[in-house]
């Protein structure tokens, strides 16, 4: 199996994950030492704070100071984490750029109060509509929606695909039903959300592999992880 983490916070000095070239390299071995190939840089980008021109920019320049340094065996592609909002939506002539490298998906994040009956829903169909596809970052973080079935059924039938935290596996208060979501096949994507060392350490990714598969098997993973790679193929 190849494993690719797709939500990582490893990029220096731009939000509220890795600090300096030197930790980002850190977590980048960590993620090595995990089995990980493959490593998109995904920055909180928040549309209705920052102009996505400017945004771009500063990722541009994280990226070029670190670049150099990437361990060898691991391959790199940037995008963001974006929080959705109307703001978003003015500025069309960089949504692509927002995306995984050069693929149509789009990792997203929403307001944890968000129920997904209204605008916020609304915007999920603006982006699919403009031919994203929404990554649903850590679907765990949503009461209303874990309480819902029904609409993470209705979304998964829209096109959104889920993204898991590596961390949540590791987690009594929410493993089980992310397990039932994931043996559903509502959850396709496990990845770290890797800030530092110590939130939402890489260590967590291998922890969260091995329980998957001892409680629902090997093919279980392999879907994971297969979705994963799909996707950074594209980029």
């Known amino acids: 199996m190849k494993h690719c983490d797709l939500h990582t916070h490893i990029l ?4 509220d994950g890795s ?6 390299v850190k977590l980048l071995r960590g993620l090595k030492e995990q089995g990980v190939e493959c490593v998109c840089f995904t920055p909180h980008y928040y549309s209705h704070m920052v102009p996505a021109k400017e ?9 070029e100071s670190l670049k150099d340094s990437i361990p060898q065996g691991i391959e790199v592609r940037l995008g963001a ?16 750029k927002l995306c ?35 990554v649903f970052a850590h679907i765990e973080r949503y009461p209303k929606l874990m309480k819902n079935h ?19 596996y ?46 629902l098997g090997r093919a279980a993973v392999e879907r994971l992880c297969q979705n994963s790679v799909e996707i950074f193929s594209k980029t």
Request: charged fraction near 30%; charge should be positive.
């Open 12 to 15: 220096p000095s731009i939000d």
């Open 19 to 24: 600090k300096s070239v030197e930790e980002s």
């Open 55 to 63: 945004f771009l920019r500063k990722r541009k320049a994280a990226f």
């Open 81 to 96: 984490e974006v929080f959705v909002t109307d703001y978003l939506f003015s500025q069309e002539n960089v949504l692509n």
């Open 100 to 134: 995984y490298g050069k693929s149509n998906y789009m990792l997203t994040e929403f307001a944890y109060s968000s129920d997904f009956e209204d605008g916020s829903y609304t915007n999920l169909l603006k982006l699919k509509q403009k031919g994203i596809t929404p």
């Open 150 to 168: 029904d609409k993470i059924v209705d979304m998964v039938n829209m096109g959104i695909l889920f993204q898991t935290n590596a961390v949540s």
């Open 170 to 215: 590791c987690e009594i208060g929410t493993r089980k039903k992310l397990l039932r979501l994931v043996d559903e096949g509502l959850v396709h994507i496990v990845a770290t959300d890797v800030h530092s060392e110590k939130r939402n350490s890489y260590k967590y990714y291998g922890a969260a592999v091995k329980y998957i598969e001892k409680k």
